[in-house]
């Protein structure tokens, strides 16, 4: 994939990173991006593997959890990397696609996969994405994790199909809506999760 990365000060004073001249997010209202990491936290992780640096919440929020042993970090795109200064012993930063790091690693080696680099399956910035929320990969995320280990997934909307995807390969599906405000609107993002089972089969 080639693509324009700019991480940008606008007028407002906000942060803003755009991949091909499409707006991918801001720092204005990073509630979501923070929630994911919880949802990982709350459930006890300490190894994390995380889908999408972006501009860095839901990384940070895991850092800030001194029970978190592990983050190791799948970013496309090194412009993004460069743009970050995480600085902690406990992070690794791959460049590439989460889909070939996912594949890299051993079975049951991760207690959380935190997948944040698209708006969600029917929202796509970028085409290729799509296989991230099919079943093949999602099962390769499941495949990693360790028992009782979380499969989260930010989403611009809830979505059946993917609810249903995730229940083939992982128990307790949820799909919680974070509420945010946009540009002085009420809105909500999502939360798509499933935990592994207790004895590893899948
Ligand atoms: C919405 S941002 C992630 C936001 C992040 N949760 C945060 O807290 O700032 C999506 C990120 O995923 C990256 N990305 C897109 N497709 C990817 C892929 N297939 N593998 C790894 N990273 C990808 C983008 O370059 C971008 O940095």
């Given at each position: 994939m080639s693509d324009e990365v700019v991480v940008r000060r606008r007028d407002d004073g906000a942060t803003e990173l755009r991949v091909s001249g499409v707006f991918v997010m801001d720092d204005v209202e990073t509630s979501s991006e923070r929630?994911?990491?919880?949802?990982?936290?709350?459930n006890g992780a300490r190894d994390v593997l995380v889908g999408g640096l972006g501009l860095g919440f839901t990384v940070s929020a895991l850092l800030a959890d001194t029970s978190v042993r592990r983050v190791l970090v799948a970013e496309l795109h090194d412009e993004v990397v460069?743009?970050?200064?995480l600085d902690d012993?406990?992070?690794?930063?791959?460049?590439?696609?989460v889909r070939d790091v996912v594949a890299a690693q051993p079975d049951a080696s991760m207690d959380a996969v935190l997948l944040d680099v698209d708006n969600g399956p029917d929202f796509l910035v970028h085409p290729d994405n799509a296989a991230v929320y099919e079943g093949a990969f999602l099962a390769e995320c499941a495949r990693m994790l360790r028992p009782g280990g979380t499969l989260a997934i930010w989403s611009m909307a809830d979505s059946e199909a993917l609810r249903r995807i995730l229940a083939a390969h992982l128990t307790d599906v949820l799909a919680e809506s974070v509420p945010v405000t946009l540009q002085g609107r009420a809105e909500a993002y999502w939360i798509l999760s499933g935990r592994a089972g207790l004895s590893f089969a899948s």
């Open positions: 929630r994911l990491a919880r949802v990982a936290l709350e460069a743009e970050n200064h012993p406990r992070l690794t930063v791959v460049v590439g696609d």
